[in-house]
Protein backbone atom coordinates (compact mmCIF):
# COMPACT_ATOMS: atom_id res chain seq x y z
CA UNK A 1 0.00 0.00 0.00
CA UNK A 2 1.73 3.31 -1.14
CA UNK A 3 1.33 5.81 1.97
CA UNK A 4 -0.33 9.12 1.43
CA UNK A 5 2.30 11.99 2.35
CA UNK A 6 1.00 13.21 5.47
CA UNK A 7 -1.65 10.35 6.39
CA UNK A 8 -0.44 7.68 8.59
CA UNK A 9 -0.20 4.68 7.42
CA UNK A 10 -2.10 3.09 10.34
CA UNK A 11 -4.66 3.96 13.00
CA UNK A 12 -5.77 2.43 16.27
CA UNK A 13 -9.27 3.87 18.03
CA UNK A 14 -9.20 2.92 21.63
CA UNK A 15 -12.02 3.71 24.07
CA UNK A 16 -10.96 4.30 27.42
CA UNK A 17 -13.33 4.66 30.66
CA UNK A 18 -11.50 5.20 33.41
CA UNK A 19 -8.52 2.84 32.53
CA UNK A 20 -5.81 4.44 33.76
CA UNK A 21 -4.90 1.48 35.62
CA UNK A 22 -4.13 -0.08 32.50
CA UNK A 23 -2.92 2.04 30.70
CA UNK A 24 1.13 2.13 31.07
CA UNK A 25 0.86 -1.42 30.38
CA UNK A 26 -1.46 -0.97 27.11
CA UNK A 27 0.98 1.88 25.48
CA UNK A 28 4.22 -0.92 26.72
CA UNK A 29 2.69 -3.26 24.36
CA UNK A 30 0.51 -1.28 21.61
CA UNK A 31 3.71 1.04 20.50
CA UNK A 32 6.17 -2.06 19.82
CA UNK A 33 3.42 -3.86 18.00
CA UNK A 34 3.40 -0.62 15.58
CA UNK A 35 6.79 0.08 15.38
CA UNK A 36 7.73 -2.96 13.94
CA UNK A 37 5.90 -2.51 11.34
CA UNK A 38 5.93 1.10 10.31
CA UNK A 39 7.02 4.39 12.22
CA UNK A 40 3.94 5.96 10.19
CA UNK A 41 1.35 5.26 12.46
CA UNK A 42 -1.04 7.06 14.96
CA UNK A 43 -3.23 5.99 18.23
CA UNK A 44 -7.12 7.96 18.58
CA UNK A 45 -7.62 7.34 22.12
CA UNK A 46 -11.51 8.65 23.18
CA UNK A 47 -11.65 9.40 26.82
CA UNK A 48 -15.51 8.63 27.33
CA UNK A 49 -16.07 10.39 30.40
CA UNK A 50 -13.94 8.78 32.64
CA UNK A 51 -13.75 10.11 36.57
CA UNK A 52 -10.42 8.67 37.08
CA UNK A 53 -7.03 10.24 35.52
CA UNK A 54 -7.14 8.92 32.47
CA UNK A 55 -7.51 12.23 30.55
CA UNK A 56 -4.65 13.30 32.42
CA UNK A 57 -2.41 10.24 31.53
CA UNK A 58 -3.74 10.40 27.38
CA UNK A 59 -1.86 14.46 27.51
CA UNK A 60 1.16 13.15 29.12
CA UNK A 61 1.82 10.30 26.62
CA UNK A 62 0.45 13.12 23.70
CA UNK A 63 2.77 14.97 24.94
CA UNK A 64 5.85 12.90 24.81
CA UNK A 65 4.63 11.68 21.08
CA UNK A 66 2.44 13.48 19.36
CA UNK A 67 1.20 10.37 17.21
CA UNK A 68 -1.00 9.22 20.23
CA UNK A 69 -3.80 11.66 19.86
CA UNK A 70 -7.07 12.28 22.21
CA UNK A 71 -10.32 13.27 22.13
CA UNK A 72 -12.17 13.77 25.16
CA UNK A 73 -15.54 13.16 25.16
CA UNK A 74 -18.03 15.74 27.98
CA UNK A 75 -19.30 12.62 29.74
CA UNK A 76 -20.03 9.04 29.50
CA UNK A 77 -21.65 7.96 26.18
CA UNK A 78 -21.16 4.50 25.83
CA UNK A 79 -18.33 2.77 24.16
CA UNK A 80 -20.04 2.61 20.97
CA UNK A 81 -20.49 6.32 20.81
CA UNK A 82 -17.19 6.64 21.95
CA UNK A 83 -15.63 4.24 18.86
CA UNK A 84 -17.79 6.15 16.67
CA UNK A 85 -16.12 9.48 17.87
CA UNK A 86 -12.87 7.12 17.46
CA UNK A 87 -13.51 6.55 13.67
CA UNK A 88 -14.90 10.04 12.48
CA UNK A 89 -11.34 11.38 12.87
CA UNK A 90 -8.92 8.70 12.28
CA UNK A 91 -6.24 9.23 9.69
CA UNK A 92 -4.84 6.20 8.71
CA UNK A 93 -5.54 4.23 5.84
CA UNK A 94 -6.10 1.00 7.71
CA UNK A 95 -7.78 1.07 11.57
CA UNK A 96 -7.86 -1.24 14.15
CA UNK A 97 -10.38 -0.53 17.11
CA UNK A 98 -9.41 -2.08 20.17
CA UNK A 99 -9.69 -1.98 23.91
CA UNK A 100 -7.82 -0.65 26.53
CA UNK A 101 -7.62 -3.45 28.55
CA UNK A 102 -5.29 -5.44 26.52
CA UNK A 103 -8.20 -8.66 25.85
CA UNK A 104 -7.27 -7.44 22.51
CA UNK A 105 -3.58 -8.55 22.18
CA UNK A 106 -1.86 -6.21 19.76
CA UNK A 107 0.77 -8.85 19.11
CA UNK A 108 -2.09 -9.75 16.66
CA UNK A 109 -1.37 -6.44 14.46
CA UNK A 110 1.22 -7.25 12.37
CA UNK A 111 -0.50 -10.62 11.25
CA UNK A 112 -3.77 -8.43 10.46
CA UNK A 113 -1.43 -5.75 8.54
CA UNK A 114 -0.08 -8.61 6.40
CA UNK A 115 -3.14 -9.65 5.21
CA UNK A 116 -5.11 -6.50 4.66
CA UNK A 117 -1.70 -5.98 2.40
CA UNK A 118 -2.30 -8.86 0.48
CA UNK A 119 -5.78 -6.97 -0.53
CA UNK A 120 -8.23 -8.17 2.19
CA UNK A 121 -10.31 -4.97 3.37
CA UNK A 122 -11.42 -6.13 6.83
CA UNK A 123 -9.64 -8.54 8.90
CA UNK A 124 -11.62 -9.55 11.64
CA UNK A 125 -9.91 -11.16 14.70
CA UNK A 126 -11.91 -13.97 15.85
CA UNK A 127 -11.80 -15.83 19.42
CA UNK A 128 -10.23 -19.34 19.43
CA UNK A 129 -11.83 -19.21 22.56
CA UNK A 130 -13.48 -17.10 25.08
CA UNK A 131 -11.68 -17.98 27.84
CA UNK A 132 -11.52 -14.65 29.40
CA UNK A 133 -15.08 -14.83 30.00
CA UNK A 134 -17.64 -16.88 32.33
CA UNK A 135 -19.80 -19.50 31.05
CA UNK A 136 -22.97 -16.62 31.60
CA UNK A 137 -21.41 -14.50 28.95
CA UNK A 138 -20.40 -17.51 27.00
CA UNK A 139 -23.49 -19.02 26.95
CA UNK A 140 -25.95 -15.68 26.09
CA UNK A 141 -23.12 -14.47 23.48
CA UNK A 142 -23.88 -17.84 21.79
CA UNK A 143 -27.60 -17.87 21.85
CA UNK A 144 -27.34 -14.31 20.55
CA UNK A 145 -24.93 -14.64 17.33
CA UNK A 146 -26.91 -17.80 16.65
CA UNK A 147 -30.29 -15.53 16.48
CA UNK A 148 -29.04 -12.76 14.55
CA UNK A 149 -27.27 -14.96 11.97
CA UNK A 150 -30.92 -16.33 11.21
CA UNK A 151 -32.55 -12.82 11.48
CA UNK A 152 -30.12 -10.87 9.15
CA UNK A 153 -28.87 -11.28 5.53
CA UNK A 154 -25.43 -10.86 6.13
CA UNK A 155 -23.41 -12.42 9.29
CA UNK A 156 -22.53 -10.47 12.16
CA UNK A 157 -19.20 -12.47 13.16
CA UNK A 158 -19.77 -15.05 16.02
CA UNK A 159 -17.32 -14.67 18.82
CA UNK A 160 -15.62 -11.05 17.18
CA UNK A 161 -15.67 -7.94 18.66
CA UNK A 162 -15.08 -5.01 17.67
CA UNK A 163 -11.37 -5.40 17.24
CA UNK A 164 -10.54 -5.75 13.32
CA UNK A 165 -8.73 -4.28 10.68
CA UNK A 166 -10.16 -2.16 7.98
CA UNK A 167 -9.11 -0.37 4.84
CA UNK A 168 -9.98 3.51 5.02
CA UNK A 169 -12.28 2.22 1.91
CA UNK A 170 -14.72 0.64 4.92
CA UNK A 171 -14.45 3.55 7.69
CA UNK A 172 -15.64 5.66 5.08
CA UNK A 173 -18.52 3.62 4.67
CA UNK A 174 -18.99 3.17 8.70
CA UNK A 175 -18.90 6.99 8.98
CA UNK A 176 -21.31 7.85 6.65
CA UNK A 177 -23.80 5.83 8.57
CA UNK A 178 -26.36 8.57 9.89
CA UNK A 179 -27.65 6.35 12.38
CA UNK A 180 -27.68 7.38 16.40
CA UNK A 181 -28.51 3.43 17.35
CA UNK A 182 -24.61 2.20 17.02
CA UNK A 183 -24.83 -1.59 17.50
CA UNK A 184 -20.79 -1.54 15.49
CA UNK A 185 -20.30 -4.81 15.45
CA UNK A 186 -23.46 -5.09 13.10
CA UNK A 187 -22.46 -2.03 11.02
CA UNK A 188 -19.44 -3.35 10.56
CA UNK A 189 -20.76 -6.32 9.11
CA UNK A 190 -23.64 -4.75 6.92
CA UNK A 191 -20.70 -2.81 5.08
CA UNK A 192 -19.21 -5.78 3.66
CA UNK A 193 -16.12 -5.91 1.40
CA UNK A 194 -13.63 -8.98 1.12
CA UNK A 195 -12.42 -9.75 4.32
CA UNK A 196 -10.67 -12.92 6.33
CA UNK A 197 -9.85 -14.11 10.12
CA UNK A 198 -6.90 -14.81 12.46
CA UNK A 199 -7.45 -16.45 15.53
CA UNK A 200 -6.54 -16.04 19.14
CA UNK A 201 -7.46 -16.78 22.98
CA UNK A 202 -9.00 -13.38 24.48
CA UNK A 203 -7.18 -13.16 27.59
CA UNK A 204 -8.91 -11.69 31.24
CA UNK A 205 -8.76 -7.98 31.14
CA UNK A 206 -5.16 -6.52 32.06
CA UNK A 207 -6.32 -4.15 35.05
CA UNK A 208 -9.46 -2.53 36.93
CA UNK A 209 -12.97 -3.64 36.48
CA UNK A 210 -15.15 -4.69 33.09
CA UNK A 211 -17.15 -1.41 32.14
CA UNK A 212 -19.58 -3.01 30.42
CA UNK A 213 -21.90 -5.01 32.70
CA UNK A 214 -24.94 -6.62 32.09
CA UNK A 215 -27.60 -4.58 31.90
CA UNK A 216 -25.03 -2.32 29.40
CA UNK A 217 -24.82 -5.66 27.22
CA UNK A 218 -28.78 -6.60 27.64
CA UNK A 219 -29.28 -3.28 26.15
CA UNK A 220 -26.26 -3.88 23.30
CA UNK A 221 -28.08 -7.11 22.22
CA UNK A 222 -31.41 -5.30 21.83
CA UNK A 223 -29.44 -2.76 19.99
CA UNK A 224 -28.48 -5.50 17.68
CA UNK A 225 -31.37 -7.03 17.26
CA UNK A 226 -34.21 -3.89 16.80
CA UNK A 227 -31.88 -1.75 14.65
CA UNK A 228 -31.00 -4.69 11.92
CA UNK A 229 -34.27 -6.93 11.90
CA UNK A 230 -38.21 -6.35 11.84
CA UNK A 231 -39.04 -9.55 12.80
CA UNK A 232 -39.88 -9.41 16.15
CA UNK A 233 -42.74 -7.01 14.71
CA UNK A 234 -43.50 -10.09 12.18
CA UNK A 235 -43.58 -12.52 15.19
CA UNK A 236 -46.23 -10.52 16.30
CA UNK A 237 -48.22 -11.03 13.26
CA UNK A 238 -47.60 -14.40 13.51
CA UNK A 239 -48.76 -15.08 17.08
CA UNK A 240 -52.13 -13.10 16.60
CA UNK A 241 -52.56 -15.58 13.23
CA UNK A 242 -52.05 -18.55 15.44
CA UNK A 243 -53.72 -17.59 18.62
CA UNK A 244 -57.21 -16.07 16.10
CA UNK A 245 -56.69 -19.64 14.19
CA UNK A 246 -57.12 -21.56 17.57
CA UNK A 247 -60.00 -19.26 19.05
CA UNK A 248 -61.86 -19.29 15.21
CA UNK A 249 -61.52 -23.76 15.98
CA UNK A 250 -61.80 -23.23 19.34
CA UNK A 251 -65.53 -21.39 19.16
CA UNK A 252 -66.55 -24.23 16.38
CA UNK A 253 -65.80 -26.71 18.84
CA UNK A 254 -67.61 -24.94 21.74
CA UNK A 255 -70.25 -24.11 18.89
CA UNK A 256 -70.85 -28.43 18.37
CA UNK A 257 -70.40 -29.32 21.41
CA UNK A 258 -73.52 -26.84 23.05
CA UNK A 259 -75.75 -28.78 20.23
CA UNK A 260 -74.35 -32.10 21.10
CA UNK A 261 -74.04 -32.27 24.62
CA UNK A 262 -76.69 -28.81 25.55
CA UNK A 263 -75.07 -25.92 27.66
CA UNK A 264 -73.20 -26.39 30.42
CA UNK A 265 -71.37 -23.87 32.70
CA UNK A 266 -68.11 -22.74 31.47
CA UNK A 267 -65.24 -23.11 33.95
CA UNK A 268 -63.53 -20.28 35.83
CA UNK A 269 -60.18 -21.36 35.57
CA UNK A 270 -60.14 -21.60 31.53
CA UNK A 271 -61.85 -18.61 30.91
CA UNK A 272 -58.63 -16.58 33.31
CA UNK A 273 -56.35 -18.50 31.64
CA UNK A 274 -57.18 -17.60 28.25
CA UNK A 275 -57.99 -13.91 29.86
CA UNK A 276 -54.47 -13.19 31.28
CA UNK A 277 -53.06 -15.16 28.12
CA UNK A 278 -54.40 -12.59 25.72
CA UNK A 279 -53.57 -10.07 27.53
CA UNK A 280 -49.91 -11.14 27.90
CA UNK A 281 -49.21 -11.38 24.14
CA UNK A 282 -50.53 -7.72 23.68
CA UNK A 283 -48.50 -6.40 25.81
CA UNK A 284 -45.78 -7.91 25.05
CA UNK A 285 -46.67 -6.96 21.42
CA UNK A 286 -46.96 -3.02 22.48
CA UNK A 287 -43.33 -3.78 24.25
CA UNK A 288 -41.72 -4.85 21.02
CA UNK A 289 -43.40 -2.17 18.79
CA UNK A 290 -42.47 0.53 21.44
CA UNK A 291 -39.25 -0.97 20.85
CA UNK A 292 -39.20 0.41 17.39
CA UNK A 293 -40.99 3.32 18.21
CA UNK A 294 -38.57 4.52 20.70
CA UNK A 295 -36.09 3.94 18.62
CA UNK A 296 -37.70 5.68 15.80
CA UNK A 297 -38.23 8.89 18.46
CA UNK A 298 -34.39 8.90 18.93
CA UNK A 299 -33.23 8.91 15.04
CA UNK A 300 -35.63 11.87 14.46
CA UNK A 301 -34.14 13.81 17.15
CA UNK A 302 -31.09 13.70 15.34
CA UNK A 303 -28.95 14.72 18.41
CA UNK A 304 -25.40 14.28 17.82
CA UNK A 305 -23.73 10.83 18.86
CA UNK A 306 -21.25 12.53 21.13
CA UNK A 307 -20.02 15.90 22.60
CA UNK A 308 -16.75 16.65 22.04
CA UNK A 309 -15.19 18.43 25.83
CA UNK A 310 -11.42 19.03 24.18
CA UNK A 311 -8.50 17.25 21.77
CA UNK A 312 -5.36 17.21 21.55
CA UNK A 313 -5.03 19.12 18.81
CA UNK A 314 -7.78 21.31 16.06
CA UNK A 315 -9.14 19.11 13.45
CA UNK A 316 -10.87 17.16 15.66
CA UNK A 317 -14.02 17.17 14.75
CA UNK A 318 -17.54 15.82 16.36
N1 LIG B 1 -15.53 1.60 27.39
C1 LIG B 1 -15.87 2.90 27.02
N2 LIG B 1 -17.01 3.45 27.51
C2 LIG B 1 -17.85 2.77 28.33
C3 LIG B 1 -17.52 1.43 28.68
C4 LIG B 1 -16.35 0.88 28.18
O1 LIG B 1 -15.14 3.57 26.29
O2 LIG B 1 -18.85 3.34 28.74
C5 LIG B 1 -14.28 1.00 26.87
C6 LIG B 1 -13.36 0.44 27.93
O3 LIG B 1 -12.52 1.44 28.46
C7 LIG B 1 -12.60 -0.62 27.18
C8 LIG B 1 -13.62 -1.12 26.17
O4 LIG B 1 -14.61 -0.09 26.07
O5 LIG B 1 -11.48 -0.07 26.48
C9 LIG B 1 -14.24 -2.43 26.58
O6 LIG B 1 -14.78 -2.31 27.86
P1 LIG B 1 -14.81 -3.53 28.88
O7 LIG B 1 -13.47 -4.17 28.95
O8 LIG B 1 -15.37 -3.01 30.16
O9 LIG B 1 -15.89 -4.46 28.22
P2 LIG B 1 -15.84 -6.02 27.82
O10 LIG B 1 -14.40 -6.41 27.63
O11 LIG B 1 -16.48 -6.68 28.95
O12 LIG B 1 -16.62 -6.05 26.56
MG1 LIG C 1 -12.69 -5.87 28.40
Redesign the pocket.
Given at each position: MPSISGAPLLSLV??????SEGMAQFFSRALPALEGITASWEIVC?????QDNTLELLKGYHARDPRIRYLSLSR????E???SAGLHNTLGQAVIP????L?DPPELIPQMVALWKQGYKVVLATRAQRT??GWF?RLTARAFYRLMSHLTRFEIPENT??FRLMDAQVVEVIRLLPERTRFMKGLFAWAGFKSTRVYYDRPQ?SA??????FS??WQLAKDGIFSFTTFPLRLTTYAGAALSAFSITYAVYLFVRTIVRGVDVPGYASLMTAILFIGGVQLLSLGIIGEYVGRIYREAKHRPLYVVDEASEEGFNS
Open positions: VPMYNEINDGSNFGKAALLDADQGDKGDRGQAKQDRL
